[in-house]
């Protein structure tokens, strides 16, 4: 993947002088907080799947709740890290291209998220303190994304699906969450949810909106590699997929607890975040991503 021409996004923010917090001292306060906000959207499995995460990361040698003082957890000095001007290329194409989708599809403007750079933990805008355990995510609240670029060499090393391309897809899985928000799609699920109580599980909601967002990820694929000064190189394609594999959560779930619970998943399978990624990618089209929908996901 070819990147180093294109435009730099001045939606970054790097908030790595924030620090993170710990469990000492006011940290058990945090990771509390922390467990009942999960407990509040996920129910007691979202709880049990984050000690799981949490457990994991540790024993890879991951401090999932420590604090980083104010640099990147792993990699870089002084508040960056080796992916800062990659990730301000990445988030640059991204908005052409759903600046050039939302017109396409009579969405009007589309508005640019800020993505948070942030080591060890951050007070989101809308969402509360969250850490690195919870890998990279979207905050409805302030359309924002958070990034601790730690789980970047997590991709590589722990998960084995190293790459630009496989951290490329990391950034527009979140984006993708964005597009959601902002045309309506997440208020209209949440709002089923909570007629139903349904969290998570192999048919939820929750899962097709995860499904939704890879398959995002492929149109931003498909047409990013149009945009001038940014181009796709063979194998790209293979690294977002071998990430898409290793962060499925029958795949997580073998690794960290041995085997298998479909009523817990939350983003969906291996075989399936794999599908949807493909479905974007080859049909460049956001309204080929109806996994809300589908019969079979």
């Known amino acids: 993947m070819r990147w180093e021409d294109y435009r730099r ?28 906000a999960i407990f509040s959207r996920f129910g007691i499995v979202g709880v049990v799947v984050a000690v799981g995460a949490f457990f994991l990361l540790s024993q890879m040698g991951v401090n ?3 604090s980083s003082g104010g640099q990147s957890v792993r990699g870089g000095e002084g508040g960056t890290s080796p992916y800062d001007a990659e990730i301000d290329a990445i988030l640059a194409t991204t908005e052409d291209v759903w600046t050039e989708q939302f017109q396409a599809n009579g969405l009007g403007d589309y508005p640019e998220p800020t993505l948070n750079l942030f080591a060890g933990g951050v007070q989101t805008q809308g969402c509360g303190f969250a850490n690195a355990a919870v890998g990279p995510f979207y ?19 722990q998960l084995g699906a190293p790459g630009d391309f496989a951290r490329a897809y990391v950034i527009a899985h979140e984006v993708g969450h964005h597009v959601q928000t902002v045309t309506g799609i997440s208020q209209q699920v949440s709002q089923m949810q909570a007629r139903t109580g349904e969290r998570s599980g192999a048919d939820s909601a929750q899962v097709r909106m995860e499904l939704m967002a890879d398959c995002f990820a492929g149109v931003w694929a498909n047409n990013a590699q149009r945009l ?18 290793a962060i499925g959560d029958d795949a997580l779930q073998r690794k960290s607890q041995g085997r298998v619970v479909p009523d817990s998943f939350t983003h969906g399978t291996s075989e399936q975040r794999q599908r949807w990624l493909s479905v974007g990618y080859r049909s460049g089209d956001m309204r080929a991503c109806d996994t809300l929908s589908a019969q079979d996901l």
């Open 139 to 157: 905050c409805p609240g302030g359309q924002q994304v958070y990034l601790d670029t730690s789980f970047f060499e997590q991709l590589d090393r």
């Open 9 to 36: 996004s001045s939606n970054v923010v790097n908030r790595r002088g924030e620090g993170g917090r710990s469990f000492g001292g006011g940290g058990g306060m945090v990771g509390l907080m922390l467990l009942r």
């Open 64 to 66: 999932p709740l420590g």
């Open 228 to 245: 001038d000064g940014f181009t796709l190189e063979e194998g790209d394609i293979q690294e977002g997929l071998r990430a898409a594999q």
